[in-house]
C-alpha cells in the first residue's frame, strides 16, 4: 500500500505526561542551542488529556525542574495537599487509622498536589505547542517502522474507514508514515507497540516479570459541608482478601469533588474476582460512604498499571528509539506515583536525543548515553530504594509486606542489603475454578455502587462499530475450551467495562466480544490465563473521553 510520508528528527508516540515532557525538553533545548528541531507527538485519543487517567496526587519535582516557573505559567495544580489520613480496613465496617510512624515516609504527601492528570498533561500540550511541537490526536501509532539494518525508524499510524472484516470502506484514509532519526515510544502501561519491541530487542533479558494492577477512580461532586480540599485518604485491607493486594484511596479535589479508586494487584488467584465489583464494594466503607452520601457521581475509568519497578525495568534504549514513562514501567508504587517518574524519564531521554543531534547523528544509533543518565540521576535512585516494595507486599501479604516495608523506608531509606524479586507472572496464578470460592457480589444500591454499563456511560467510550475487533484472539477456540472449562472465563469479571460475555446457544456457549466497550485498560492483554487476547489500537479516536481524569 502507497502511503504518504512525512519526515521528522524525532516522532514521540503518546501525549502523556512521559511523551510531552519529552517534547517540551527537546524543544528548550534547541532553543537554547539555537538548533532547529522537528519534534510531532501522535496520540490516540480524540484530544490530549482524553485517555490519561491518574488518582492522581502529583510530586512536582520533574516538573519544577522542566519549568520552574509553571506557578506563572498558570500549571493546574489547585490543590496542596493538607494531609494524610491512612487506614487498614479490617472489616466492612471497621477501620484502624494508622500513625504517621507506621507508614511508609514515601507515601506521606507533604508538598505534593491533588491534581486532575489529564488537565496537567492539556496545559504541557500547551507548552509543548508553544515551543514548536506538532501534536496530532486522533491519530494511533499503529506499526513500527524498521529501517533495513534493523534499527526503529519511526511509526506508521492506523488506517480508518475499513470495516469488520478488513475491507476498505468508501471513506478509507491508509495510515501515513511518520519517520524519525529517534522515536520515543511513551505509550503508558503496556503500551503495544512498547510489547512489541521489548520481546523483539530482548529488552526485559535477566529482568523480573512486570507486574500490573487495575486502577479504578471515580469523580463525585459531594455535599460542601463534608469536602476538606487537600485531604488525601489511604487505605489498605478490606474489601481484598488476604491474597489479593492492592489498596483505596479518596482524594478532596478542588471544587467540592472528590477522586474515590481501588487499586487491585493483577496477581490475584481466585478467577471468580472481579476487580470492578470489588470497587463498588469499597465505597460503602464507613470510611468512605461518609464522604459520597448524598453527592454525586459524574465520571468513571479504568487503566491498568505497571507497578514491577526496579527490578522489572526493562533496557530502554535499542537502535533508534527510546522506552519512556510507564511504556518501561518507571512508576513507583512506594509512593502510588508514577507522573513525576514518567516525566523525568522523557527529559532524560530528551536531552540524550539532543545531544545526538546535535552533533550531526542522523539516527538509528542505541542512545548509551540515556541509561548513564538515567543510572546517574534521582530516578534511579528513587526506583532503587523502592525496588523491595512490590515484592514484599506479594511475598508477605499486606501486613507483613507492610511492616517490612515500614522498617525498610523508614530506618533504611530503602537501602536494607535485600533484593527481593517476584519471579512469577501474573496471568499465571489462577487457581481452577473448582478450587476457588464463588464470591457472590451484593447488587448495586445505585446511591455509592453502580453496574457496569452505567459506568462506562460515564466514561464517554465510543468506538466507530464498523470496524476490524482491536481485541485479536491467537485462537478463538480457547475462550470456551479452555478458558470457560478451567476458570469460568475470568475475562466476563476481570475486565472493567463488560468487553467479554459468554452467551448460551441452542449450538453451545459462545464467546462474546463488545469491543465498542473498551476503555483501553489493557486488563485482557495482562491477565489473560492462556495469553489469548492481544489489545492493538482501534481507530483514531475511539476509546474513553475523560474530561477531568
Known amino acids: 500500500m502507497e502511503r504518504e510520508s512525512m519526515e521528522f528528527d524525532v516522532v514521540i508516540v503518546g501525549a502523556g505526561p512521559a511523551g510531552l515532557s519529552t517534547a517540551c525538553q527537546l524543544m528548550k533545548l534547541a532553543q537554547e542551542k ?48 493538607t494531609g494524610d489520613d491512612i487506614y487498614l480496613f479490617n472489616g466492612e465496617d471497621s477501620a484502624v487509622k494508622l500513625p504517621g510512624f507506621s507508614v511508609p515516609k ?133 474489601p481484598l482478601e488476604k491474597d489479593t ?17 481501588l487499586i487491585v494487584d493483577l496477581n490475584y488467584s481466585n478467577p471468580h474476582l472481579s476487580p470492578f465489583d470489588e470497587f463498588q464494594r469499597y465505597k460503602h466503607h464507613p470510611k468512605i460512604a461518609q464522604y459520597l452520601e448524598g453527592g454525586k457521581r459524574v465520571s468513571y475509568g479504568a487503566r491498568a498499571m505497571a507497578k514491577g519497578g526496579f527490578n522489572s525495568l526493562p533496557k530502554m534504549t535499542m537502535p533508534g528509539a527510546v522506552l519512556v514513562g510507564c511504556d518501561a514501567g518507571t512508576i513507583n508504587f ?10 523525568k524519564s522523557g527529559m532524560l531521554a530528551a536531552e540524550s536525543i539532543f545531544e545526538a543531534l546535535a552533533s550531526g547523528d542522523e539516527g538509528g544509533k542505541e542512545l548509551t548515553s540515556y541509561t548513564e543518565k538515567y543510572q546517574n540521576s534521582w530516578l534511579y535512585d528513587e526506583l532503587y530504594n523502592t525496588r523491595n516494595f512490590g515484592p514484599a507486599m506479594h511475598k508477605f501479604g499486606t501486613f507483613l509486606g507492610g511492616a517490612y516495608n515500614t522498617i525498610d523506608q523508614n530506618f533504611f531509606g530503602g537501602k536494607l542489603p535485600f533484593n ?49 475487533c482491536h481485541l485479536k484472539l491467537a485462537d ?21 467495562a463488560g468487553v ?8 453451545g456457549d459462545k464467546f462474546v466480544i463488545n469491543s465498542q466497550n473498551c476503555v483501553h485498560c489493557k486488563t485482557c492483554d495482562i491477565k489473560d490465563p492462556s495469553q489469548n487476547i492481544t489489545w492493538v489500537t482501534p481507530e483514531g479516536t475511539g476509546g474513553p473521553n475523560y474530561p477531568n481524569m
Open 420 to 468: 527481593l524479586k517476584d519471579e512469577t507472572l501474573d496471568h499465571e496464578q489462577l487457581k481452577l475454578a473448582k478450587d476457588a470460592p464463588v464470591i457472590n457480589y451484593p447488587k448495586p444500591d445505585n446511591k455509592l455502587s453502580f453496574d457496569k454499563l452505567s459506568s462506562v456511560f460515564l466514561s464517554n467510550t465510543n468506538h466507530e462499530e464498523e470496524q476490524p
Open 34 to 81: 539555537e538548533q532547529e528541531l522537528m519534534v510531532c507527538v501522535v496520540e490516540k485519543g480524540s484530544e490530549v488529556g482524553a485517555h490519561i487517567l491518574s488518582g492522581a496526587v502529583f510530586e512536582p519535582r520533574a516538573l519544577t525542574e522542566l519549568f520552574p516557573d509553571w506557578k506563572e505559567k498558570g500549571a493546574p495544580l489547585n490543590s496542596a495537599v
Open 245 to 261: 493486594t492492592g489498596g483505596g484511596y479518596l482524594y478532596h479535589a478542588e471544587n467540592n469533588q472528590v477522586f474515590v479508586g
Open 106 to 238: 514515601t507515601m506521606h504527601n507533604e508538598g505534593n498536589y491533588i491534581v486532575s492528570m489529564g488537565n496537567v498533561c492539556r496545559w504541557l500540550a500547551e507548552q509543548a505547542e508553544q515551543l514548536g511541537v506538532e501534536i496530532f490526536p486522533g491519530f494511533p501509532a499503529q506499526d513500527v517502522i524498521y529501517n533495513e539494518d534493523g534499527s526503529v525508524g519511526g511509526v506508521i499510524t492506523g488506517d480508518m474507514g475499513l470495516d469488520a472484516e478488513g475491507n476498505q470502506k468508501d471513506s478509507f484514509m491508509p495510515g501515513m508514515e511518520l519517520k524519525a532519526k529517534y522515536t520515543v515510544f511513551a505509550e503508558g502501561c503496556r503500551g503495544h507497540l512498547g510489547k512489541e519491541l521489548i520481546a523483539k530487542f530482548a529488552l526485559d533479558a535477566d529482568k523480573s516479570p512486570q507486574h500490573y494492577g487495575l486502577g479504578f477512580k471515580e469523580i463525585w461532586d459531594i455535599d460542601p459541608a463534608k469536602h476538606q480540599e487537600g485531604l488525601v485518604v489511604h487505605s489498605a485491607g478490606w
Open 334 to 343: 512506594a509512593k502510588i506515583k508514577g507522573n513525576h517518574t514518567a516525566m
Open 500 to 507: 467479554y460475555e459468554v452467551e448460551s446457544t441452542e449450538e
Open 476 to 496: 478463538s477456540s480457547i475462550p470456551i475450551s479452555v478458558n470457560l472449562a478451567k476458570y469460568a472465563e475470568p475475562a466476563q469479571r476481570y475486565c472493567p
